[in-house]
């Protein structure tokens, strides 16, 4: 293992108290409200997510982004929070998986993984629908093919993912119908 030396263990440390005392202002929309906060420059937008804005939806698994449990939409692309400083965030418009449902009723994704027995656990299951909302904004018609590109970041070690790519393709199907009805 690498020895860090006393000296550079006291100059990160005094790094990270000089970051705390240059808080930034992180200005951006989070499911659809506007948001205004000093931060930490150092801070993790998933760590902004869930400690800062209560957003518990989004969770911490790896931390180093290998399972998607931690995606949430970003200027359209799904995105691992736990790889994300919350100052790139700056100007940006964020969906979380609290953001999907509206005035109570869950939207035809959240359905369609409910009526398809998709869901998994609440670790996974947060990141696997915005992963499909991300795709499905970019692409409403997707391909199988599509779809298991756009699923490939999120992983469940418990399950096939036979449910959740049906959820998804019956989700973007109701979707372009609800679509072309309006
Ligand atoms: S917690 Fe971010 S990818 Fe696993
Ligand atoms: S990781 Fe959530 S059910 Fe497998």
Not at 71 to 77: F, K, L, Q, R, S
Not at 82 to 89: F, G, K, P, S, Y
Not at 152 to 157: A, P
């Amino acid at each position: 293992m690498t020895k860090v030396d006393e000296k550079d263990l006291c100059a990160m440390e005094r790094a990270h108290i000089d970051s705390k005392e240059r808080l930034v202002t992180l200005s951006c929309t989070v499911n659809g409200e506007a948001i205004s906060e000093d931060i930490d420059p150092t801070m993790l937008l998933l760590h902004f997510l869930r400690d800062r804005l209560k957003l518990f939806g989004t969770k911490e698994a790896c931390g180093e982004g290998e399972c998607g449990a931690c995606t949430i939409v970003m200027d359209g692309e799904a995105v691992n929070s736990c790889l994300v400083l919350a100052i790139e965030a700056q100007g940006s418009e964020i969906t979380t998986v609290e953001g999907l449902s509206r005035d109570g009723e869950l939207s035809i994704l959240q359905q369609e993984f409910i009526n398809g027995d998709a869901l998994q656990c609440g670790f996974c299951t947060p990141g696997f629908l915005m992963s499909a909302r991300a795709l499905l904004d970019r692409n409403p018609d997707p391909s199988d093919d599509d779809i298991i590109e756009g699923l490939s970041g999120n992983l469940c070690r418990c399950t096939g993912y036979r449910q959740i790519f049906e959820a998804v393709k019956r989700a973007a199907k109701r979707e372009r119908e609800e679509l072309s009805r309006s």
